[in-house]
């Protein structure tokens, strides 16, 4: 849509003359800037007044009253400059081109910052003191995400009514609800009555909780046109129209089946064999995919104008919804920290099913990921804007989804989200941080890992089973490294080899590649208190020998 505003003549310029009238602070900033402006100096005025709560950044116009117009050629293509400010401050910025009898002026209005989200650019929330642009102080920046504990869901609709509603969307959640509670008294509830129980009707009237849940597109158009859910299907990362999009402007209970009906038309099944069965994993799990949809819903900044998207790929499944991650939840605490944006619709969601507990969906992304032998779930693309969340449909490794099959019937039913994630790390050979030592500890004194080395060179593998149902056993003894006494020999064999030269530390680090500097010197101090080898020198320079045949005697 163009935001280059279109009005009348007379009204602009009486429009303007009210505008002229107002007091410079909050609100109005007024710049005659009449042949030059910084774009970058626009952006931060609008970030400020974003800031404020919203306001119009005037051009053509003196500063000081009585103020006059004194026209301005800055932004020839005023659009132009409207779109790169949206591109890097996502909210609604208008501009208004107003052909004054004194000169051409243009009027930038810019939208409220959302309820505890402040806007920054370039890294720096701005705000205005007196004349000049300032970043928000450390209190200020307090107080705005300590609005965070808002619920905008729980507000009501001023105007909204019951016949704003679906009946079926309605009677999809009591359906729900009867199915989770087990209470077949709800059966007899008006739909009145069972959205004052389900809390989205109170006396005061409809919360944008029932809309967004129950709404009929008409009415989600009127009162909240951003709470849609765009689907688009591409088979490859060309860009251009997607094959397929559909638009789900409409409540989410209307909508919910279909889309994940939708994703599952080309929701192909990746085989593996298990003895003389073929087994099938779905590239898209549906429980997965559901829980993503949910938190979208659930989660997002209903404030700001964007909508969810879901983008399926022939391996990937990306969804995007507008509004940073809460406040103290980062990608790192995900698992562990829970803040619903939204907890009207979080607690509908919960009444029938959908969600049992907080926080429990991405748990389970993580944990069937690496169940299915997949890529973790990604949110490396999330910014303060926007939660970008990249589900992988890829199996990589089908052995290690028959390991966690195999060692499920005998003990995995007591682990959680973390012993899966310590698992997947020693399986992919990552670094594993030190929080998780006693998880490690645990999982090797049941027999599914196997602890290798001493002291700070310890590290961890899976344990030999892994690699016998793999058909690996060569990697596995690899990875394990030769036992204490055949290392030894190893160090001896070198050592004899190079005589009276003898090799300095780096070489036998060569022979060993598997174990560290600390374990190779503690093999070679093994060798020289057994009288087989010895070492000349000190730091760098220092050269071990083999002791002769004679000495060892």
């Known amino acids: 849509m163009n935001s280059l505003l279109k009005h009348t003549?007379?009204?602009?310029?009486?429009?303007?003359?009210?505008?002229?009238?107002?007091?410079?602070?909050?609100?109005?900033e007024f710049k005659e800037a009449k042949n030059h402006f910084s774009p970058d100096d626009l952006a931060r005025y609008c970030c400020a007044l974003a800031n404020e709560g919203g306001g119009r950044i005037i051009f053509g116009v003196t500063n000081k009253r009585p103020r006059r117009v004194v026209g301005t050629q800055i932004f020839s293509q005023p659009e132009d400059a409207r779109r790169k400010l949206t591109e890097q401050i996502p909210l609604r910025i208008d501009v208004l081109e107003i052909?004054?009898?004194?000169?051409?002026?243009?009027?930038?209005?810019?939208?409220?910052?959302?309820?505890?989200?402040?806007?920054?650019?370039?890294?720096?929330?701005?705000?205005r003191e007196a004349d000049r642009l300032v970043p928000i102080s450390e209190n200020r920046l307090r107080m705005i995400f300590a609005e965070s504990g808002h619920d905008f869901s729980a507000d009501i609709c001023q105007g909204a009514s019951l016949s704003d509603l679906d009946p079926l969307a309605i009677d999809d959640f009591r359906r729900r609800w009867i199915d989770?509670?087990?209470?077949?008294?709800?059966?007899?509830?008006?739909?009145?009555?069972?959205?004052?129980?389900a809390e989205v009707l109170l006396d005061e009237g409809l919360t944008y909780a029932a809309l967004i849940l129950f709404?009929?597109?008409?009415?989600?158009?009127?009162?909240?046109?951003?709470?849609?859910?765009?689907?688009?299907?591409?088979?490859?990362?060309?860009?251009g129209p997607a094959q397929q999009?559909?638009?789900?402007?409409?409540?989410?209970?209307?909508?919910?089946?279909?889309?994940?009906?939708?994703?599952?038309?080309?929701?192909?099944?990746?085989?593996?064999?298990?003895?003389?069965?073929?087994?099938?994993?779905?590239?898209?799990?549906?429980r997965s995919v559901r829980e993503a949809i949910l938190n979208a819903v659930s989660h997002r900044n209903y404030q700001l104008g964007g909508s969810v998207f879901v983008r399926q790929y022939a391996r990937r499944l990306v969804l995007e919804s507008p509004g940073g991650l809460p406040v103290g939840i980062t990608t790192e605490n995900i698992l562990d920290r829970q803040s619903p944006r939204n907890r009207r619709i979080a607690d509908v969601f919960a009444k029938c099913g959908l969600v049992e507990r907080s926080g429990q969906g991405m748990n389970l992304m993580f944990e069937q990921s690496i169940k299915h032998g997949k890529d973790l779930p990604d949110f490396t693309r999330t910014d303060?804007?926007?939660?970008?969340?990249?589900?992988?449909?890829?199996?990589?490794d089908s052995m290690f989804v028959r390991f966690l099959e195999r060692i499920s019937q005998e003990q995995l039913a007591a682990f959680d989200t973390h012993d899966f994630l310590v698992l997947d790390l020693v399986h992919r050979e990552e670094e594993i941080q030190p929080v998780f030592s006693a998880r490690l500890r645990r999982l090797a004194g049941l027999g599914i890992l196997e602890k290798i080395g001493r002291g700070r060179g310890i590290r961890y593998i899976l344990s030999r089973?892994?690699?016998?149902?793999?058909?690996?056993?060569?990697?596995?003894?690899?990875?394990?490294?030769?036992?204490?006494?055949?290392?030894?020999?190893?160090?001896?064999?070198?050592?004899?080899?190079?005589?009276?030269?003898?090799?300095?530390?780096?070489d036998l680090q060569q022979v060993l590649p598997a174990l560290s500097r600390r374990q190779i010197q503690g093999l070679l101090h093994d060798l020289q208190a057994e009288g087989r080898?010895?070492?000349?020198?000190?730091?760098?320079?220092?050269?071990?020998?083999?002791?002769s045949a004679q000495a060892e005697k």
């Open 215 to 239: 709404g009929t597109r008409q009415t989600l158009g009127r009162y909240l046109a951003q709470a849609e859910v765009i689907f688009e299907y591409r088979s490859s990362e060309a860009p």
């Open 9 to 28: 003549q007379p009204e602009l310029v009486e429009q303007l003359s009210i505008w002229m009238q107002a007091q410079e602070g909050e609100h109005f």
């Open 533 to 547: 080898a010895c070492c000349v020198g000190v730091t760098n320079a220092a050269r071990w020998y083999f002791v």
């Open 99 to 127: 052909p004054h009898p004194d000169g051409r002026v243009l009027a930038f209005s810019v939208a409220s910052r959302p309820v505890g989200i402040p806007v920054k650019y370039k890294g720096i929330y701005w705000a």
């Open 384 to 396: 303060d804007y926007n939660v970008v969340l990249t589900l992988y449909g890829q199996v990589n």
């Open 245 to 286: 999009r559909e638009e789900y402007r409409q409540g989410f209970f209307s909508f919910y089946d279909d889309l994940w009906e939708t994703i599952n038309l080309r929701n192909d099944k990746q085989h593996y064999q298990e003895g003389l069965f073929i087994r099938d994993i779905p590239t898209f799990e549906e």
């Open 180 to 197: 989770r509670s087990g209470n077949a008294n709800l059966v007899k509830l008006t739909h009145e009555q069972l959205l004052r129980d």
């Open 465 to 506: 089973r892994f690699y016998d149902m793999a058909g690996m056993k060569g990697v596995y003894t690899r990875r394990k490294g030769l036992d204490r006494e055949t290392n030894k020999a190893l160090l001896l064999k070198h050592l004899r080899g190079c005589r009276k030269d003898g090799s300095p530390l780096r």
